[in-house]
């Protein structure tokens, strides 16, 4: 039956539905400190968005996750491809180091060595990293032999090897990684905020709301994360699906 449902209406009823929970859940804890009412969180969150301060914080964040998940993609595809042409001995125990390690423990650890406004960056494209790099290593793998017989035939050039056979085999591997990653970034960036408590962040808002018990704040901060995380991850897939056609057409 409810396979029948559009999109739109789909997506409308699971709102709805959460939202009541969240509500009956309010109703029944009858604190606003430990759950506050949904129509409150959107009032708060509403008024941080007449402020300035509120696109300030933001754009601070979202220039760290960003900076973090670009830098975790590049480093990611330059030791895919070295793992590729035979270093993946080297490479590979390290990102299966690297994505067994919690999150805070990687952030307690940076903070060992840098300061508390650069461990975000670092901590989102550590995440990253192991992501891109498994997902472009195994597209680049997934050449087809019999191509690469033909171009061993044909003495295909390097330059067209890479452009014929391995971009259209890995791009969709990667094109998947950086869209599963999108929101691994956020949510190691927030935390790394969260824990370093760097000047004009969401995760020092977070933190904020939590020691003063802001139940209302700490919740439409946290509503802004999702939504930033969810607007920004559709944009991603909608660009990285358009030059997959784009190369295919």
Request: hydrophobic residues 55%; charged residues 15%.
């Amino acid at each position: 039956m409810f396979t029948k449902f559009s999109k739109p209406l789909k997506a409308v009823t699971c709102a709805v539905f959460w939202v009541g929970v969240w509500y009956a859940v309010a109703f029944a804890v009858k604190s606003a400190v430990i759950l506050p009412m949904p129509h409150t969180v959107v009032v708060r969150l509403f008024d941080l968005l007449t402020t300035a301060a509120f696109y300030l914080t933001c754009l601070r964040s979202l220039v760290r996750v960003f900076s973090g998940l670009l830098l975790g993609v590049w480093v990611g595809v330059i030791l895919s491809v070295s793992a590729y042409l035979g270093m993946d001995f080297i490479f590979s125990p390290l990102m299966s180091v690297i994505r067994s390690t919690p999150v805070a423990s990687v952030i307690i650890l940076m903070l060992f060595f840098l300061g508390r406004q650069s461990v975000p960056y670092v901590t989102t494209m550590m995440m990253v990293t192991p992501v891109v790099y498994v997902g472009t290593l195994r597209g680049l793998r997934s050449v087809p032999d019999k191509m690469m017989q033909i171009a061993d035939v044909f003495s295909m050039k390097p330059a067209y090897r890479v452009k014929y056979l391995y971009v259209p085999s890995a791009l969709p591997h990667f094109s998947s990684a950086v869209v599963n990653c999108t929101g691994l970034a956020w949510k190691a960036g927030i935390a790394a905020e969260v824990i370093c408590t760097p000047a004009g962040a969401i995760g020092s808002k977070l933190w904020d709301a939590k020691v003063y018990l802001e139940s209302t704040d700490l919740f439409a901060w946290t509503l802004t994360v999702v939504i930033f995380s969810l607007v920004i991850e559709k944009c991603i897939s909608t660009v990285l699906k358009r030059s997959e056609v784009g190369r295919s057409a």
